[in-house]
């Protein structure tokens, strides 16, 4: 089992900045990638940014040049550096995985979420 733990949520006023935490524990032999999504009230989880293991990213339209996505050197770690926050931010934020947990063996894992809240 590959278990992943966010940390970083919380409240702040629009213009503010978080910077949320993804770990990566279990039977990992590697990570291809790794990335945020997050999920508003009443609306469907879409993709915040994403990160593989070369290193490319992609972003949402929304948080590009405001949002930066990272990868710890160990690799089983993702940043999320969220800078000029808006209202519209506000959101549960979930971290997620594809993980290589043996040569032939491909699982996508998800977070519990971390609750970001941008107050206006």
């Known amino acids: 089992q590959v278990q992943l733990v966010e940390s970083g949520g919380g409240l702040v006023q629009a213009g503010g900045s978080l910077r949320l935490s993804c770990a990566a524990s279990?039977?990992?032999?590697?990570?291809?990638?790794m990335g945020w999504y997050r999920q508003a009230p009443g609306k469907q989880r879409d993709l915040v940014a994403r990160?593989?293991?070369?290193?490319?990213?992609n972003y949402a339209d929304s948080v590009k040049g405001r949002f930066t996505i990272s990868r710890g050197n160990a690799k089983d770690t993702v940043y999320l550096q969220m800078n000029s926050l808006k209202p519209e931010d506000t959101a549960v934020y979930y971290c997620?995985?594809?993980?290589?947990?043996?040569?032939?063996?491909?699982?996508?894992?998800w977070g519990k979420g971390t609750l970001v809240t941008v107050s206006s």
């Open positions: 997620n995985a594809d993980v290589m947990t043996g040569y032939y063996s491909n699982m996508n894992y």
């Open positions: 279990g039977s990992i032999f590697s990570i291809n990638a």
């Open positions: 990160i593989t293991n070369g290193g490319s990213t």
